[in-house]
């Protein structure tokens, strides 16, 4: 079998490679000619785990790139959209890309293709995909038969690659047997492994994307909720969720208190959900509450760092982790940048340090002015205050005893409760947790 993956950003890329390791020819098309070419270079235009290695073992064999999508239409059996689907203003979902490549395919088809949306979209859009196609088709006096497929993704960034490879399920919409036995076979390794399949109609699948990650970001603004409490009568947030965890109703996952949700599906997905509701005149009102939830616990982020400084005006504070969480080098809604900018309005100066998403913040955030440093200690030379943002693993063994040497007040503001209270408070500083005393 033959499948191409039109946009090659997180998802796209993360698809066409792995189905490529399953000895799937995958051939991934992008309008971005630096990318592709980079791509051809064996350079990776994002930090994930694992996708580097597959990329290079793949590369001139089963997985191939190219920016024509000619090409990739003739190429393929089935062919993927991977496009962004950004935020407009009101909420609702830009499908523009998404719209614009299916009358691309309609105008190079030249035999029957099954179109599977894989970027994360509205219900109902399937539906209007295969209306765009219909009418491109008539207009070129073009007669070829297709199937249009809802597929959505539940990759987590940094660990996108264990997802796709073993994923807890497989949900593909479809309006005929024909598509679905089709996909089945893009997905054989993984049906042969045991993993679940949901097979349903189109506009029940692209509904399970949406409900999934509102569910989840329901839980991290529920949680957060409870540590905002917890500080407030002397309780422990962390014994909380792991009491709450132990319930198998509920489950452990998604119950770590913090600053706040980021990145490129929470923030989007729950505002489109919101949207959708309106469409359909019915609002989500738990989901909307979840939205101003997470949006006022990055103001309670940087309120807490105020409260450990007592004065902000000319100090610096060191912030460590800019990505919205480890093991990735994605800045979308990361609550860090929110963090950072509301220190900068204080007056303070701000040092930062990160792994692997510096690079990017320069690039997207390059009138900010913040310092940036080579290591965690580095950063936290002769800071006034240590927010720990992002708990990337470096960050979860920091040698206090050196740290007190050199920073110029010993203010530890922990917004991932990654150390205990005591232990900190025992090197001499002062603790700030999440719904934890």
């Excluded at 995958?26 to 592709?36: G, R, S, T, V, Y």
């Excluded at 690039?363 to 030379?381: F, G, H, K, M």
Aim: proline share 4%.
């Amino acid at each position: 079998m033959n499948i191409s993956v039109i946009g090659v950003g997180y998802v796209g890329l993360v698809t066409g490679a792995c189905l490529s390791e399953f000895g799937i020819n995958a051939l991934c098309m992008d309008i971005d000619e630096e990318k592709i070419n980079k791509l051809k270079k064996g350079i990776i235009p994002i930090y994930e785990p694992d996708l580097a290695a597959i990329v290079h073992k793949n590369s001139g064999d089963k997985l191939h790139f190219t920016t024509s999508m000619e090409e990739a239409v003739a190429f393929a059996d089935v062919i993927f959209i991977a496009v962004d689907t950004p935020t407009r203003e009101d909420g609702t979902s830009d499908l523009t890309h998404v719209f614009e490549v299916a009358r691309n395919i309609a105008l190079y088809m030249n035999e029957y293709k099954i179109i599977v949306n894989k970027s994360t979209v509205p219900v109902f859009t399937g539906q209007k995909v295969r209306e765009e196609i219909k009418a491109i088709l008539a207009k070129e006096g073009k007669n070829f038969e297709f199937d249009v497929v809802s597929n959505p993704e539940f990759l987590q960034e940094g660990s996108a690659v264990k997802n796709f490879i073993c994923p807890d399920r497989i949900v593909i919409g479809s309006s005929n047997d024909k598509a679905l036995e089709a996909m089945k076979k893009v997905y054989y390794i993984q049906l042969l492994q045991g993993v679940p399949l949901v097979a349903t109609n189109i506009e029940t699948a692209e509904m399970i994307k949406y409900a999934s990650n509102a569910f989840l970001a329901t839980k991290v603004s529920f949680i957060n909720e409870m540590a905002n409490m917890c500080e407030r009568c002397n309780a422990d947030v962390l014994t909380v969720a792991r009491a709450m965890g132990l319930d198998d109703r509920i489950g452990p996952r998604f119950l770590q208190p913090g600053p706040g949700y980021g990145g490129s599906c929470f923030p989007k997905d729950t505002k489109a959900l919101v949207g959708i509701g309106k469409k359909i005149r019915y609002i989500p009102k738990i989901v909307k509450s979840v939205i101003e939830v997470n949006r006022l616990q990055r103001l309670l982020a940087y309120s807490k760092i105020k409260k450990a400084m007592k004065k902000l005006d000319n100090k610096t504070v060191t912030v460590l982790g800019l990505s919205f969480k480890p093991e990735t080098d994605d800045l979308r809604e990361s609550p860090a940048i929110d963090i950072i900018e509301k220190i900068l309005e204080s007056n303070a100066r701000v040092k930062v340090y990160d792994p692997k998403s510096m690079s990017n913040m320069k690039t997207n955030y390059p009138l900010l002015p913040i310092a940036y440093c080579e290591d965690a200690y580095s950063a936290c030379a002769g800071s006034d205050c240590i927010v720990l943002v992002t708990d990337w693993k470096e960050f979860k063994s920091l040698d206090f005893e050196k740290l007190k040497e050199i920073v110029q007040t010993p203010v530890f503001v922990d917004l991932r409760n990654v150390y205990e209270p005591e232990e900190i408070r025992s090197f001499g500083f002062r603790y700030e947790g999440m719904g934890r005393k």
